[in-house]
């Protein structure tokens, strides 16, 4: 399973591929202005020293919501690193600049997926991922990993080539279920992925340890 962090901090992307176990970032408009960025070419510019951090996938989100819009837009962010996934919302025009940009072997990620019909439109539009977000269905009290279990068995049926890339990760629950389940990918916050290397057991263990060597050496 592949580790994306979802934020556009550039420490916080540092600190997360220090640990070693980050292989892309995926962004979003809301994350962008978090972190005070706008103008496009202080959003350009931001990408270019995301890029210059992680070794994998970087995603970066079209503005636009018509056709032309989004190839224009695309293609600007596409051409600004090889990490660049252009991130398309599903939406009609969208699907078919998912088909342009996979014709043109430009990898995509298609946002905003709630429904399994959503994704398999995605899937057939040719999407490098697909991003089922499922920290949003549990907020109105929809179980979000059961939209990943659906589009597993989805993919899987037909060996569609789109990565299913859980989004809108809240805790490191989600993270393991989202493991468990088959989810190729997750994307979530630092908070997350340290959450899974926790163990007060381990704490304790390792106090114990450190003690006893401790006491055996005065
Ligand atoms: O990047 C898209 C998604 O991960 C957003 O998450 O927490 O704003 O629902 P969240």
């Known amino acids: 399973m592949k580790f994306f962090i979802d934020t556009a901090n550039l420490a916080q992307i540092q600190e997360a591929q220090e640990l070693g176990v980050l292989d892309g970032v995926t962004t979003n408009p809301s994350l ?7 103008g496009d070419a202080n959003v350009k510019a931001h990408y270019k020293a995301i ?14 919501t ?10 600007e962010l596409a051409a600004l690193d090889e990490k660049i996934v252009v991130k398309i919302p599903m939406i009609k025009d969208g699907v078919k600049a998912l088909k342009y940009f996979s014709d043109k072997g430009i990898k995509t990620n298609c946002t905003l997926i709630f429904s399994a019909g ?11 991922y697909v991003s089922p977000f499922i920290g949003r269905l549990d907020d109105i009290s929809t179980d979000g990993l059961d939209l ?18 859980a989004a809108s990760v809240r805790h490191p629950m ?13 994307t979530g916050p630092l908070s997350a992925m340290e959450a899974l290397l926790k163990h007060p057991l381990t704490d304790i263990g390792l106090a114990k340890f450190l003690a006893d060597h401790a006491k055996a050496n005065s």
């Open 32 to 38: 962008m202005a978090k972190e005070g960025i706008s």
């Open 51 to 64: 890029c210059a951090i992680v070794d994998g996938d970087v995603s970066a989100e079209v503005i636009s």
């Open 66 to 75: 018509d056709y032309e819009g989004m190839i224009k837009e695309g293609e």
């Open 118 to 128: 959503q994704a398999l439109m995605a899937a057939k539009a040719g999407a490098t």
């Open 148 to 165: 990943i279990e659906s589009i597993r068995i989805i993919f899987d049926n037909y060996d569609f080539g789109t990565e299913i890339l």
């Open 174 to 186: 989600h993270i393991i279920q989202c493991a468990e389940i088959g989810a190729d990918v997750m």
